[in-house]
């Protein structure tokens, strides 16, 4: 992968509800590293306690889905996260409390500059904070991310979750005539985008 540019996949999130269960997204959270390809799994958008078992559950998932493949996983740790974003080929955003993602994101001024030949993958928190702009179904509003990409997204697209709450048909045309006129990007859960900038 050319060392100056950062390759983005952005999640509607739960990527085990496609129909391979997952297995495109994360090959190609792996695709065009040597092996062993090193993912960092940033759990930030979601309470501490929660962290452990949601990182394990998701290397046994990939354990399963590319059996073939030698990965090496780190959790992404307060202490240590640049560091530990310079030791791998691939970070990954789960998903969870944008607020929160995006405040732990800013005590590291400066990380998006680190991602130079890497892959920067979100899940559905993840992928808002990735895009400019974002229609959160939790919150029911339109939200900044970082602007990594140039785009305007919403994730767990037409899907149930908080299905009673939710006019699709408002929250497509508020973002789409929110601010700035930017691609809109509306991703369903299972599905996921490539960019490279």
């Known amino acids: 992968m050319d060392n100056h ?8 999130g739960y990527p085990w509800k496609a129909p391979d269960g997952g297995k495109a ?3 190609e959270l792996a695709r065009g590293y040597e092996e062993p390809v090193k993912i960092l799994e940033c759990l930030f958008a979601r ?21 073939d493949k030698n990965i090496e996983f780190q959790l992404a740790r307060r202490d240590a996260f640049i560091e530990q974003i310079r030791w791998a080929n691939t970070i990954y955003l789960r998903g ?6 995006l405040a732990a994101l800013a005590q590291y001024p400066g990380w998006e500059k680190e991602l130079g030949g890497k892959t920067l993958a979100g899940g559905s928190a993840g992928a808002m904070v990735i895009a400019k702009y974002s229609y959160s179904i939790d919150e029911l509003a339109l ?12 994730v767990h697209y037409r899907s149930d979750y908080n299905a009673p709450h ?5 929250a497509d045309e508020a973002l789409a005539s929110y601010k700035e006129k930017l691609p809109v990007w509306n991703l369903g859960e299972g599905e996921f985008k490539v960019f490279e900038r």
């Open 5 to 12: 540019m950062t390759r983005y996949i952005l999640s509607g």
């Open 25 to 27: 997204f994360f090959e």
């Open 47 to 67: 309470p501490e306690d929660a962290w452990t078992k949601a990182y394990v559950e998701e290397q046994e998932l990939v354990a399963r889905l590319l059996p």
């Open 96 to 101: 969870g409390d944008t607020a929160a993602l």
């Open 143 to 154: 939200e900044d991310g970082l602007g990594l990409l140039p785009i305007k997204v919403q």
């Open 166 to 170: 939710v006019d699709w048909d408002n």
